[in-house]
């Protein structure tokens, strides 16, 4: 049991450094200002789930476009609340 115990931390380990080298890679890749933007897209994932759900509905319509239409129409006030929550997230983890 012990055994199992520790291949599987050292296991997290080895996928948690793996992540890391994926991001900074990412980073190097495309530049700094292009990851962040990514970081701050992956917050949207009410407006996904929602494109997602409009473009199964209607097969003429493409998932990218539906969210790009989503987040285009999205108000001021939402972008900032997803800001705000995304800053005490953070905060927890910290």
């Known amino acids: 049991m012990a055994v199992a ?5 050292l296991l997290w380990r080895d996928m948690q450094r793996a992540e890391y080298l994926a991001d900074y890679l990412a980073a190097n890749v495309s530049g ?4 962040l933007s990514l970081l701050n897209k992956l917050h949207f994932e009410k407006a996904m789930e929602l494109a ?3 473009a ?13 239409r989503e987040i285009a129409n999205m108000p001021e006030r939402e972008l900032e609340r997803i800001r705000r929550v995304e800053k005490l997230s953070l905060s927890r983890w910290m």
Not at 5 to 9: A, C, E, G, K, W
Not at 32 to 35: F, G
Not at 56 to 68: A, H, M, Q, T, Y
């Open 5 to 9: 115990y520790m291949l599987s931390h």
């Open 32 to 35: 700094t200002d292009a990851m």
């Open 52 to 54: 997602a759900h409009r």
């Open 56 to 68: 199964r509905l209607d097969r003429g319509k493409s998932l990218i476009g539906e969210l790009r």
